[in-house]
């Protein structure tokens, strides 16, 4: 995969080289690491100001993280724009890394697109908002919150230990998922166990409607509440 973002990039350098006078000064340095630097201080920020919302915060901080929401967003609508123009869209998507950042930014371009119809769609007589395009809902906090992906891609190109821990763990996903099916069938058997011999149990104590083995998955709700030792 490295091998062929050189080849790309380097591809792209002569393109930009051949077809335009503009695109050779903005492709030196959109690749600089002076560039990248600038870049990446801006997702740190905007990493923080999405890890700074807390139930009861005060106006002001919500206005911050707002201001650097729009800010970042621009700035990254930006650098994908001077990158398409740098690289040209062909050389430009066919790098894994350039599909991300460009999937980022749509994302983030959909979720400032529910702001504005969150804001576009106030009743103003009565000054209440209306609930299916509130932004406190769980689908728009999604997709503000894809945008921290962005760091962990930096983080894999620029650090070796990093991109050996995520490729050691793509190897192991194959035996997790073996013991994750053998974890599940014992809790299955044990189910079945449960409700042959406990399920006409009449409620009494502590079976109830949310602790009983009258069908396969409530029994095995109970088995996962005896292997966690919780009482939820």
């Not at 995969?1 to 792209?12: G, L, P």
């Not at 009743?123 to 894809?146: E, G, H, K, Q």
């Not at 962005?150 to 490729?167: C, F, P, Y």
Request: net charge positive; with cysteine; aromatic share 12%.
């Amino acid at each position: 995969d490295d091998d062929d973002d050189k080849d790309h990039v380097a591809a792209a350098a002569a393109a930009a080289k051949k077809k335009t006078r503009g695109g050779r000064p903005i492709f030196q340095w959109v690749a600089t690491p002076r560039f990248e630097g600038a870049l990446m201080a801006f997702v740190v920020l905007d990493v923080v100001s999405l890890a700074l919302p807390y139930f009861g915060e005060p106006p002001g901080l919500e206005i911050l993280r707002v201001v650097n929401g729009v800010l970042s967003l621009v700035v990254f609508n930006v650098e994908a724009g001077l990158k398409l123009v740098a690289y040209r869209p062909r050389f430009y998507f066919a790098q894994r890394r350039h599909q991300f950042d460009f999937f980022v930014v749509f994302v983030g371009n959909v979720h400032a697109a529910f702001l504005l119809a969150y804001a576009l769609t106030r009743d103003s007589s009565s000054r209440r908002w209306r609930p299916a395009l509130d932004t406190s809902s769980f689908a728009p906090r999604v997709l503000r919150s894809l945008r921290i992906f962005r760091l962990s891609q930096w983080l894999m190109e620029h650090v070796g230990a990093s991109r050996r821990v995520l490729r050691a763990a793509c190897h192991l996903l194959p035996a997790l998922a073996n013991v994750l099916f053998l974890v599940i069938l014992v809790f299955f058997l044990f189910a079945v166990v449960g409700n042959q011999t406990l399920g006409t149990v009449a409620f009494h104590g502590s079976l109830d409607a949310h602790f009983n083995f009258q069908t396969i998955g409530s029994a095995m709700v109970v088995l996962l509440r005896f292997a966690t030792n919780e009482n939820w």
